[in-house]
């Protein structure tokens, strides 16, 4: 017989679904799902949507409710973004079923430019010129719903060529990378701090048939070979201190006529970070606003 479920449920701006995801992520809550729990909610405010953890019956202990709320309490100031700083949480008990993979049921391809991001079971038929994107919904892999991760998708599908070779700075579970490849990249190289990214990383190019490649590194700039410079792509989805910081770094690494996709940059903080791009003699061709998230796009002359 299928367990208890508590459901864990908030209502978050669309911008920051992901943040609030990876919030709700937390010890036995490891999948998390996006949209209305049933047909009979309500739809919530323009601009807003549901996040939804499950957590097994008995391990919905007051500790973890209290661990969870502490969690989202603290987003408003941990962002500074005044719209995460009163996010409300319900639990609820549901009937058995398995609640933390329920979603596939219903699960539509989610489009990106040309991608159709679509679970690894999923049987459904694409539309013609769809470009199959696994990506598994959850806090490990993201659901690619985020504006910066859609940002960065559509300069990827527009922008990479067959052969090229595509740096992914601070590169987190693959996806652009990954994207990359699947465009045509021959080599698409990714490193990120976090040495618990890259198994995910790696596995995500798995299930989308480009492991071979893709490359996946642990650290920062220091992990490039000296000789690993002319790349035809740059990519960053990182926030905009680090953008700042190493946007010197990305356009040496980048080659003459290369172009580059940055994205993760708050609007609060978009004139320092235009300006670090262009200090390191990078030219920004377009500049994408999504809720309160900037993504640029340009090259190197």
Same mark, same amino acid.
């Given at each position: 017989?299928?367990?208890?479920?508590?459901?864990?449920?908030?209502?978050?701006?669309?911008?920051?679904?992901?943040?609030?995801?990876?919030?709700?992520?937390?010890?036995?809550?490891?999948?998390?799902?996006?949209?209305?729990?049933?047909?009979?909610?309500?739809?919530?405010?323009?601009?807003?949507?549901?996040?939804?953890?499950?957590?097994?019956?008995?391990?919905?202990?007051?500790?973890?409710?209290?661990?969870?709320?502490?969690?989202?309490?603290?987003?408003?100031?941990?962002?500074?973004?005044?719209?995460?700083?009163?996010?409300?949480?319900?639990?609820?008990?549901?009937?058995?079923?398995?609640?933390?993979?329920?979603?596939?049921?219903?699960?539509?391809?989610?489009?990106?430019?040309?991608?159709?991001?679509?679970?690894?079971?999923?049987?459904?038929?694409?539309? %013609?010129? *769809?470009?199959?994107?696994? @990506?598994? !919904? #959850? +806090?490990? =892999?993201?659901?690619?719903?985020?504006?910066?991760?859609?940002?960065?998708?559509?300069?990827?599908?527009?922008?990479?060529?067959?052969?090229?070779?595509?740096?992914?700075?601070?590169?987190?579970?693959?996806?652009?990378?990954?994207?990359?490849?699947?465009?045509?990249?021959?080599?698409?190289?990714?490193?990120?701090?976090?040495?618990?990214?890259?198994?995910?990383?790696?596995?995500?190019?798995?299930?989308?048939?480009?492991?071979?490649?893709?490359?996946?590194?642990?650290?920062?700039?220091?992990?490039?070979?000296?000789?690993?410079?002319?790349?035809?792509?740059?990519?960053?989805?990182?926030?905009?201190?680090?953008?700042?910081?190493? %946007?010197? *770094?990305?356009?040496?690494? @980048?080659? !003459? #006529? +290369?172009? =580059?996709?940055?994205?993760?940059?708050?609007?609060?903080?978009?004139?320092?970070?235009?300006?670090?791009?262009?200090?390191?003699?990078?030219?920004?061709?377009?500049?994408?606003?999504?809720?309160?998230?900037?993504?640029?796009?340009?090259?190197?002359?």
């Amino acid at each position: 017989m299928a367990p208890a479920w508590t459901e864990i449920a908030v209502i978050a701006p669309v911008e920051w679904l992901e943040l609030v995801a990876e919030t709700l992520s937390l010890g036995p809550c490891s999948s998390v799902a996006f949209g209305r729990p049933s047909l009979a909610t309500p739809e919530p405010p323009p601009g807003l949507e549901w996040v939804r953890a499950y957590v097994i019956e008995t391990e919905d202990t007051p500790a973890l409710r209290a661990e969870i709320e502490a969690a989202l309490g603290a987003l408003g100031e941990r962002t500074g973004a005044s719209e995460l700083a009163n996010l409300s949480v319900r639990f609820r008990r549901l009937p058995p079923e398995d609640y933390a993979t329920s979603w596939r049921k219903s699960w539509k391809p989610m489009r990106v430019a040309d991608f159709a991001i679509v679970p690894r079971d999923w049987k459904g038929t694409l539309r %013609a010129g *769809d470009r199959r994107l696994v @990506l598994e !919904p #959850g +806090g490990a =892999f993201g659901t690619g719903r985020h504006p910066t991760t859609r940002g960065c998708l559509r300069a990827i599908s527009r922008l990479v060529r067959p052969g090229e070779r595509v740096l992914d700075a601070g590169c987190g579970n693959g996806v652009l990378a990954v994207a990359a490849a699947l465009c045509g990249a021959s080599h698409a190289l990714g490193f990120d701090i976090d040495p618990s990214a890259i198994p995910y990383a790696d596995e995500l190019a798995e299930w989308n048939g480009v492991r071979a490649r893709c490359e996946f590194r642990t650290g920062t700039f220091e992990c490039l070979r000296t000789e690993e410079r002319g790349f035809d792509g740059v990519l960053a989805n990182i926030f905009a201190d680090l953008i700042q910081a190493h %946007a010197e *770094d990305m356009a040496s690494r @980048l080659r !003459p #006529g +290369g172009w =580059f996709a940055f994205s993760g940059c708050l609007d609060k903080k978009r004139y320092p970070t235009v300006a670090a791009i262009e200090e390191a003699g990078l030219v920004i061709d377009t500049l994408h606003t999504r809720g309160q998230w900037d993504t640029f796009v340009g090259h190197r002359p």
